[in-house]
């Protein structure tokens, strides 16, 4: 047995038979999806594919009409977002949400007030335990600006950072919350190709240095190619192949759903 095969007996993600319907709709129709430990997971389809809906069903920001989702051996079905944030599942946006006005550092740091210790009125009253908890958090917040390549620029505006930093930052902010499940939207939109090459070893990093299991939503099939060890693919909501990148980039059935053989040339490039 391999060892993707050995994590697969142990999902942190399970989800199971999702169905979800809007109006007459159905975004999304019956499709399973597994996460193992310490494993990178694509999930790629054509625009108007379902993937979005999926993830939002995922993180709890919709809620299914039929199916199941386990996360960590939990039924996290009903489970609200931020309940779900602190059982361990983090995201990146497509659309960058960051706080304009506020510093690098501080943007990072909103990612760890949901596990915080210390409440409200220790923070107000500014004592001791409050004050090292936060330094103890801030360190923890630099170091990672440092593996980010962006710790000269954590006492500056966000908006003063490139789109492309900003994206880091965004990563960055997630790894810091310290998720078992990173779910990652598109996280090479907007990015130069040096840039795409830094964010491929940089989710490497995230998986084999901090243990984090990553969903990873993605356009990009050389990003996908390097970095998954399992793909689905969906189209017009349902689940139309699953297996190794290349194995998938090859399949009749994704060729169809992504216009014909052109993307698949474009795909081995």
């Known amino acids: 047995m391999t060892e993707t095969e050995t994590n697969m007996t142990r999902p942190v993600l399970e989800a199971r038979g999702i169905v979800r319907r809007f109006g007459g709709i159905t975004a999304v129709d019956g499709v399973d999806v597994t996460v193992g430990q310490g494993e990178i997971v694509g999930l790629i389809g054509p625009n108007g594919s379902g993937k979005s809906t999926m993830v939002n069903l995922l993180t709890g920001e919709l809620a299914p009409d039929k199916g199941t989702i386990r996360f960590a051996g939990k039924d996290i079905t009903g489970v609200a977002p931020y309940r779900r944030a602190r059982l361990g599942i983090a995201r990146s946006f497509q659309m960058l949400r960051m706080f304009t006005s ?30 090292a908890e936060e330094d103890e958090v801030r360190a923890r ?35 810091l919350s310290g998720p078992k ?47 998954c060890d399992r793909v689905v693919v969906l189209d017009s909501g349902e689940l139309i192949a699953e297996g190794h990148p290349e194995t998938v980039v090859n399949d009749p059935a994704v060729i169809e759903a992504y216009i014909g053989k052109g993307w698949s040339r474009r795909a081995q490039a």
């Open 102 to 131: 506020m510093s690098v550092e501080d943007n990072m740091l909103t990612a760890t007030h949901i596990h915080m210790k210390r409440g409200l009125l220790s923070s107000l009253l500014n004592l001791p335990s409050a004050r």
């Open 141 to 175: 917040a630099r170091d990672l600006l440092a593996m980010f390549e962006l710790e000269q620029f954590a006492g500056r505006p966000v908006t003063a950072l490139s789109i492309g930093q900003q994206r880091m930052v965004e990563l960055a902010r997630g790894v």
């Open 181 to 227: 499940l990173f779910l990652l939207d598109e996280p090479a939109a907007g990015l130069a190709p040096p840039n795409v090459d830094r964010l491929i070893a940089l989710i490497k990093r995230m998986r084999d240095e901090f243990g984090i299991s990553i969903l990873l939503i993605e356009h990009d099939m050389r990003v996908v190619r390097e970095l």
